[in-house]
C-alpha cells in the first residue's frame, strides 16, 4: 500500500482492515487503549502483530497523514471527530465509519469542515469478519467520489457512493438496523420463551412450515396489508402474548412494542386498503403521529431503569 493512513481505533474493524490490507507501517494508529494501563500491553502488542506504526496520541496518527478513517466505539465518534478538527490537517479526508445515527455524523461533519477538511460518511454495511476488505461499503458526502478512489487504494472491494449528503448513507444503516436487530431481539425472544415453556421443537418446526422466502417489497407490503386489516384484532392476540411471556419470566419488551404498533396502524379503520407498498406507507405515514409519550413500554421501575437492553451495535 502506497498511501499513508491515520487509523483512529484499532479494534475489531480496524485491526482486521490493517491485516487484511497488509497496511503495516503506512498505517499511523491510535486507539485510546494505550492511555490507560490496564490495557496497554495488549494494545501495543495487537500493533505489533499487525507491523503498524503506534501513535502516542491522536495527534500523532493524523500528522502528515491526508487519510483519515475512524472506526471507534459509537458513544465516542462525536467527541473523536471533535478532538480530530483541532489538529487535522487542512484538505485531510475524514472518513467516518462509525455506526452512529445520520445527525451524529452531521455534527462531526460540521467539526471537521470548520477546520479546513473534509468529511464523507462511511457505512459499514456487514460484519467486517469474515468479509474483511471485501465487507460492502456505502459512501455519502461532497467528496464521497475521492473517498471511493482512496478507499479502494487501501483494498476495500465494495464501495458504492449513495449521496452527496452527509448522514444519507447512516440513515440507510441505521434503518436498515430496524430490520435487522429487531429481528434479531424478536428471534431471543421467541426462543427464550419456547424453551422456558419446553415447546422450542415445535414452534421451530411451524416457522420453517410456514417460512416462504419473498423478496422484502413483497414482504413489506403484505404485512402492512394484514396490519392495517386486522391490526386491532392482532393488537388484542398480542396482548396475550404479552402476558403468556410474562407468565414465563422469560421478558416481553419487543411484544409490546408490537402491540402499540399493531394497534396504531389497525385504529386507522381503513375499509379500503390502498394497492402497492407506497400507497400503504402514505396512507399510514399520513395518519399514524408517533406519540411516544403514550406508548409506556416499561412495566416495572427496573425496566424503566434499564432500559431496552440493547447497546448500540458495532457490526
Known amino acids: 500500500m502506497e498511501q499513508e493512513v491515520g487509523l483512529i481505533g484499532f479494534g475489531e474493524a480496524g485491526s482486521t482492515f490493517a491485516r487484511a490490507g497488509d497496511w503495516a507501517a503506512a498505517a499511523h494508529v491510535y ?108 459512501l455519502s458526502g461532497e467528496r464521497a467520489d475521492e473517498a471511493q478512489a482512496r478507499l479502494a487504494a487501501l483494498g476495500f472491494a465494495k464501495i458504492r457512493i449513495v449521496g452527496a449528503d452527509v448522514g444519507r448513507a447512516s440513515s440507510i444503516k441505521m434503518i436498515r438496523s430496524v430490520m435487522v436487530k429487531g429481528m434479531e431481539a424478536l428471534t431471543a425472544e421467541c426462543v427464550l420463551a419456547a ?73 386507522l379503520g381503513m375499509k379500503i386498503v390502498p394497492e402497492g407498498l407506497g400507497a400503504k406507507i402514505g396512507a399510514v405515514s399520513s395518519n399514524v403521529i408517533p406519540a411516544q409519550s403514550d406508548i409506556h413500554l416499561a412495566t416495572s421501575r427496573q425496566e424503566e431503569l434499564l432500559g431496552d437492553g440493547f447497546p448500540p451495535s458495532r457490526e
Open 195 to 267: 424453551e422456558a415453556a419446553d415447546v422450542l421443537d415445535e414452534v421451530l418446526a411451524s416457522l420453517d412450515a410456514s417460512e416462504k422466502a419473498k423478496p422484502w417489497a413483497e414482504r413489506a407490503d403484505y404485512n402492512l396489508d394484514r396490519m392495517l386489516v386486522h391490526g386491532l384484532r392482532r393488537a388484542a392476540e398480542m396482548e396475550e402474548v404479552v402476558k403468556t411471556l410474562e407468565g414465563l419470566g422469560t421478558g416481553a419488551a419487543m411484544t409490546r412494542g408490537t402491540v402499540a404498533r399493531q394497534r396504531a396502524i389497525g385504529a
Open 31 to 138: 486507539d485510546a487503549k494505550t492511555d490507560a494501563a490496564a490495557t496497554r500491553d495488549a494494545m501495543l502488542a495487537a500493533y505489533m502483530q499487525a507491523g503498524v506504526l503506534p501513535a502516542r496520541f491522536l495527534e500523532d496518527a493524523l500528522d502528515g497523514v491526508g487519510l483519515i478513517l475512524s472506526l471507534v466505539t459509537a458513544d465516542q465518534a462525536l467527541a473523536v471527530a471533535e478532538a480530530a478538527a483541532a489538529m487535522i490537517a487542512p484538505g485531510a479526508l475524514y472518513c467516518d465509519m462509525n455506526s452512529v445515527a445520520p445527525q451524529t455524523k452531521q455534527a462531526a461533519a460540521r467539526a471537521i469542515e470548520a477546520a479546513g477538511a473534509h468529511y464523507v460518511d462511511v457505512a459499514v454495511m456487514a460484519p467486517v469478519d469474515p468479509a474483511r476488505l471485501n465487507v460492502p461499503l456505502l
